[in-house]
Nanobody, 115 residues
Framework: QVQLVESGGGLVQPGGSLRLSCVAS????????VAWYREAPGKQRALVVG???????NYADSVKGRFTISRDNAKNAVELQMNSLKPEDTAVYYC?????????WGQGTQVTVSS
């Protein structure tokens, strides 16, 4: 059983920054592919960024140049630095990984971008 826990969401003004963190028990996030998704009200959950087990990174076009994914092996975490936030970034952000063919999700963290 893999448990993912996200943190770092909150309310921020347009142009501001937030740093999300996804932590799992053990060292699973050091070696597994991990992705961040987001789900805005009335919309389907969508991929924000993924990092493969080899370190290859794939960003959604809407966040390129503003968001950065990274691994923090000391914390067994994958983090998402979000800069230049826009109101359209408002959503619940979820961490995801697949282990042994099973899809695991965190509980989500709310990000609200508003003045």
């Amino acid at each position: 059983q893999v448990q993912l826990v996200e943190s770092g969401g909150g309310l921020v003004q347009p142009g501001g920054s937030l740093r999300l963190s996804c932590v799992a028990s053990g060292s699973i996030l050091r070696f597994n592919a991990v992705a961040w998704y987001r789900e805005a009200p009335g919309k389907q959950r969508a991929l924000v960024v993924g990092i493969s087990n080899s370190g290859r990174i794939n960003y959604a076009d809407s966040v390129k140049g503003r968001f950065t994914i990274s691994r923090d092996n000391a914390k067994n975490a994958v983090e998402l630095q979000m800069n230049s936030l826009k109101p359209e970034d408002t959503a619940v952000y979820y961490c995801n990984t697949i282990v042994g063919g099973f899809n695991y999700w965190g509980q989500g963290t709310q990000v609200t971008v508003s003045s």
